[in-house]
């Protein structure tokens, strides 16, 4: 009913060898070898081909998935699912790898019951194939498409079921145009005889059923012979030979059990229950009902399996987002005084600069410099210096409001970016805002007891710069530099505001 069979593209040499070779793996599964088909599998997923374009990086990983899906490598099939789905998701889908793609994506979703979503990327599935020029992958993705199709109608009231099953039907008879043997030839067969039987075309049906199993005999394929014997328990049915349709019904369930397929044991096992309670074989019907049970107790595990792996997968996104978060932090933070450093105001400066504008308030840069710097470090100590400079954090910390950005900028140097048009009427005065804040700083490093940090050391004082207007951070910084420089030739202690007729001679040594 579901795909079968292998489309191979071959637009690219190195793709196509590993596709054929994955291919053998679902070749042993289909003949119900899983051992065999295990040991392959190992030995090929470590192999994907250099240098592949996404698509077909994309369809080797989906191929993959289905084949520890049949498995019942559950985990590792939705890990090579997601990896697949992930090198695509911003890809726009052409050609036949990248119909191949979203073919074993809608086989997958089918699998854990995502019918709606299925049906709608198989859709997806059949339209790509068309814009590829391999007839094999756009036959099985018609394939693909047409069983989901059976699929559905099989769930469906009698009235609805007909007219879905009319709608695979020239999805098949298509696919049956375009392949005339090999294996999607045989899967094509197969679920084409199903689409026939329900919608009364029973000799057409048998006929079709007949043929895929004598081709699924040849080439050892158990999965077209699980379809191709509920086919023919589905004819019987209908014409009332209950007995043929049971013991056809038994044959496909087990076939279907030998192949790992869930989806077609759980189909065939609930008609095969339901065809024994017409009989009054309760025996048969309380055997296929427990083998009904299991299957879709095993599709609930597989479904319930996928959502703990995606709700882990989402737990170490979070924390990944977070330790990246955390890094970005860090690489922007001053670890000796925990103010933002030179790289965090560079990349946050032009947002507030924007956001300034943008609210019509005025930028102001304070260029703060520690006085006589190096005077403390040689008395004291570069321990000691260091202590000296967490405090002058602090202080800039007291002195500045929450939104304003305190960054360290180098040494003994510190920026505070605001941004604001109002004045300060503090003590009677009056001016603008950046200057207050510059000033406030200027007196509360003056006035503070350094005695417990620098003992009799001399006492720190700063020279401060100021700036302002709707420019760039570069210029604002370059216009409050000047302003510090002239505050450091008028003695230091001071604060200084850049105006645009400002001296540029040559600056003294700080």
Known sequence: MRQAEDGVGHDDQGATEALLADQEVRLLIDAGRANEANSLFDQLLAKVPPDLDPWARAAILTRRAVAAWRLKRIPLALELAAEGWSDIDAETPTGSHAADTLGRLGYLLDGIGHRRASLDISRVAVDVARTGEDREVLAHCLQGLAGTLNFRACELPAELAEATFQQAIPLFEEGLTLVTEGRIHLSLLAAYGAALAGIGELTRAEKTANDALTLAARQDNRWARSVGNWVLSMIRRRQGRL???????????????????????????????????????????????????????????????????????????????????????????????GLSNRLGLERSAQGILDRATAAGRIPWLVLIDVDWFKSVNDAAGHATGDAALREVAQLLRAECRGGDLIARWAGDEFVVLLTDAVTDHSEGRTSPVGVAVAERIRLAVDRHDWTAVLGATQRPTVSVGVATGHDTLERLFANADIALYRAKRHGRNRVEVYTPAEDYAIKPPR
């Open 243 to 337: 007995d043929q349709a049971s013991g056809f019904g038994r044959i496909a369930v087990d076939e279907a059990e030998r192949i790992n397929d869930a989806s077609l044991l759980q189909r065939y096992s609930q008609d095969l229950a339901d065809i024994c309670h017409e009989n009054g074989d309760a025996v048969g019907e309380a055997e296929a009902l427990r083998r009904n049970i299991s299957a879709r107790r095993m599709a609930m595990e597989t479904l319930q399996e996928g959502l703990g792996q995606a709700l882990e997968q989402r737990r170490l996104a979070i924390r990944a987002q977070r330790l990246a978060t955390a890094a970005q932090e860090l690489a922007t933070r001053d670890p000796l005084t």
